[in-house]
């Protein structure tokens, strides 16, 4: 069963940095375009980052400049870095996959960015 895998949640101090990875098995994994979605207390879930399987990047405004997406497809991962990190950052934070129009979500990692 295709399942994206969060992990590197955690508790960070306003201006630190913090990397998240998300995991799938199987061996198609590069033909997935990968996204971090992440959702507040109270709020609708959003788009983070995104990467596509020909490695086309693309951020929400409120991240540019302080989170970087990448792939390594030979891992089977995705690497979320988050650098100054703001109280407004925190949040559960989702991958999604996509091939086509089927989307697999996994479970989610929370990130708290309180002094």
Known sequence: QVQPVESG????????SLTLL???AGSLFG???ISWYRQ???KERELVA???RGGTTRYADS?????TISRDNAQNTVVLQMS???SEDTAVYFCKSTWGRVDYWGQGTQ???SS
């Open 84 to 86: 100054s990190l703001k």
């Open 31 to 33: 033909r997935f375009d």
């Open 111 to 113: 990130v708290t960015v």
């Open 22 to 24: 998300c995991t799938q």
């Open 50 to 52: 995104s990467i596509e």
């Open 40 to 42: 507040a207390p109270g």
């Open 63 to 67: 991240v540019k400049g302080r989170f």
């Open 9 to 16: 949640g955690g508790l960070v101090q306003p201006g630190e």
